[in-house]
């Protein structure tokens, strides 16, 4: 501790450095120059790791026609995990942007010979290279392969959502201007609103002016008036059916009347029946008769053919029997 | 090295204002070239020198290591809990952890890290150093043959180096794993995402750009307030002037160190 100097002063002592010693100076100091150069070694080996440097890659080439958004470092993305890093972008010789990317071997087997690549630009966020593998059987893509790439903007909307939005604030400006329709029918609506609330009503507003509406009040009245002498009437005519001296009774002694009218025609239609039985005697017996009259018929005609016959004969036998020789001239 | 401190000390008397204030930074450039030149240089480390430099680096780092990373712990907890719940609600939770490497790792650490060790050890340094260069001390070490600036400014300047960088080595580590923390709790699940995200932002111009701030923040905060101390820069020498114009002009290359990172990194 030679080199110290005197600490005489207040600023000298307020020194983080003091005249105290301290106990195994040279071990501590050793260990805390060991402590931070492991933490920076760490640091150093963790940064490197992070980075990828020890991890065996194969390369990508993506071929598209513009770079915009692309910049270096930036992650190559399958279903969301970041599988590849961007290493270089550079101009080819017929004017295409190549993209060369980094693929980690371990994650490699997600592409395949049929994978499709994407480069979108989002609205939110940066630029991102997608990789989409829908036939996992497929052969894997190899070392050093080059595909192009999808581009998709969607920024590149934005025109057109401006004029389609322009359009519409246009309209809506069109609809709300002081001779615009809607505002028109807004008015009408509020006029139709003070009529509804006026003494008329809806009736008012249906009818379009007050004569009519009073017209309807007026009919209304009567319709009252004319049900109310309806209910008189049917009263009356209760009466006039079910009272003592009513319709009902009446009709109930006609329907008696009825009952015996009918009995009595039920014992006469019986003697009918009986008559008709007679009747029907008569037609069989008839019946026996006329075949009997056929025979009697038949018997007749086979004499009058023997009468026939016997009078051919007489008139051939008899001699004043017409000459029916035919003579020649 | 003495002729030339002796023409700056006269032209800082004697010259207009602009001029002293050229002299003021050549004198701290000057002094910082000739402490890496002395620590390179395998004369300057005598034993004397090299005691004071074990007891130097041990004394400003170890004393102040452990309540800085406490204070680093929380302050990162706070920030990152802030990020990921705003993050959160707007729907952008998949920025929020680069957010919070970039904003506390990059940032925010070195630069406290560097202020801490200024308040707590390089400014009061600087402001002991020049106490001795008044109390005749530096006189009486010049007469036994002893370099004052070998063997008082040099372990100063090199311990207050060693402090920042191991400060802010220890609170990036401890803000990196609290912040992983916070984030996936007590799981080793997200790990592998966490370094991606990590290797994502640490792409080797970032590295460079946090290793160089990291080193300049350190050497400003080291170099300034001893050349401030041990030289007059400006005024007449007092311990006031010293300090206070030690701390002026390290928080004035602190903000133009930052200011040029921000640019490296994000222009």
């Known amino acids: 501790m030679a080199m110290q100097p005197e600490l005489d002063t207040p600023v000298q002592n ?40 020890f991890e065996p890659t194969q390369r990508l080439v993506l071929l598209t026609d513009d770079s915009e958004g692309v910049v270096i470092g930036m992650d190559m993305t399958f279903s969301g995990f970041p599988i590849g890093r961007v290493r270089r972008v550079e101009l080819a010789e017929t004017g295409n942007v190549r993209i060369v990317v980094d693929v980690a071997q371990k994650d490699a087997h997600w592409l395949r ?49 401006l004029a389609s939005a322009k359009e519409v604030l246009e309209n809506l400006g069109a609809m709300t201007s002081q001779d615009a329709a809607l505002r028109a029918s807004l008015a009408n609506l509020q006029d139709l609103t003070q009529k509804l609330k006026g003494p008329r009503g809806a009736l008012g507003v249906a009818f379009g002016n007050d004569a009519d509406a009073a017209k309807l009040v007026a009919a209304l009245d009567r319709t009252n008036a004319l049900l109310a002498r309806a209910d008189t009437l ?21 329907v008696a009347q009825l009952g015996s009218l009918l009995s009595e025609t039920r014992d006469s239609l019986k003697k009918v029946d009986a008559v008709l039985l007679e009747a029907q005697g008569i037609g069989a017996n008839v019946r026996g008769a006329t075949g009997d009259l056929g025979s009697l018929r038949g018997e007749v005609e086979v004499n009058l053919r023997k009468i026939e016959g016997m009078i051919n004969e007489l008139n051939r036998k008899w001699p004043l029997a017409r000459d029916t020789e035919v003579k020649l001239p | 090295m003495t002729g030339v401190s002796t023409g700056l000390q006269q032209l800082s008397r004697t010259g207009s204002a602009p001029l002293r204030w050229l002299a003021g930074w050549w004198r701290i450039v000057y002094f910082g070239a000739s402490l890496l030149v002395l620590a390179l240089s395998p004369s300057s480390w005598r034993r004397e020198v090299r005691q004071a430099l074990m007891r130097h680096l041990y004394l400003d780092t170890a004393p102040i290591l452990w309540w800085f990373t406490m204070l680093c712990a929380l302050l990162t907890l706070v920030i990152t809990r802030i990020v990921v719940v705003t993050a959160l609600s707007y729907g952008l939770s998949r920025y929020a952890l680069e957010m919070v490497i970039r904003v506390l790792v990059l940032e925010l650490i070195p630069l406290t890290a560097a202020l801490f060790v200024a308040l707590r050890c390089t400014i009061p340094n600087g402001a002991a150093l020049a106490e001795m260069r008044r109390t005749g001390q530096f006189d009486a070490l010049l007469r036994r043959g002893m370099d004052p600036v070998v063997t008082q400014a040099l372990p100063r300047a090199l311990a207050g180096i060693f402090a920042t960088i191991t400060l802010a080595a220890l609170s990036c580590v401890v803000a990196l794993v609290l912040a992983y923390l916070a984030v996936y709790g007590w799981t080793l699940a997200g790990a592998p995402a966490y370094t991606h995200v990590f290797g994502h932002v640490f792409n080797p111009a970032v590295s460079l750009i946090f290793v160089l701030k990291t080193l300049f923040f350190s050497l400003a905060v080291s170099i300034i307030p001893m050349a401030s101390g041990l030289y007059d820069v400006e005024g007449d ?20 160190l930052e200011a040029a990172c921000l640019a490296g990194n994000y222009s």
Do not use: C, N, W
């Not at chain 1, 020194?15 to 150093?44: D, I, M, N």
């Not at chain 1, 630009?121 to 052969?139: K, Y």
């Open chain 1, 14 to 53: 307020s020194e983080p450095t003091t005249a105290r010693p301290v106990r195994h100076l040279e071990l501590k100091a050793a260990l805390l120059l060991v402590f931070t150069a492991l933490l920076v070694a760490g640091s150093a080996f963790y940064l490197l790791y992070a980075r990828g440097v």
């Open chain 1, 113 to 161: 010979t049929t994978s499709v690549f994407t480069l979108v630009r989002g609205l939110v966020g940066g630029t991102t290279i997608r990789a989409f593998s829908g036939i996992l059987t497929d052969p894997a893509l190899p070392d050093g392969a080059e595909r192009p790439v999808l581009r998709g903007d969607a920024t590149a909307e934005l025109p057109r959502v």
């Open chain 1, 234 to 254: 049917a009263a009356k005519a209760e009466t006039q059916v079910f009272g003592p001296q009513g319709v009902m009774h009446e009709a109930q002694a006609t």
């Open chain 2, 237 to 256: 020498g007092s311990r006031e002037s010293a300090a206070l114009q030690g701390l002026v002009r390290m928080f004035a290359v602190l903000l133009v």
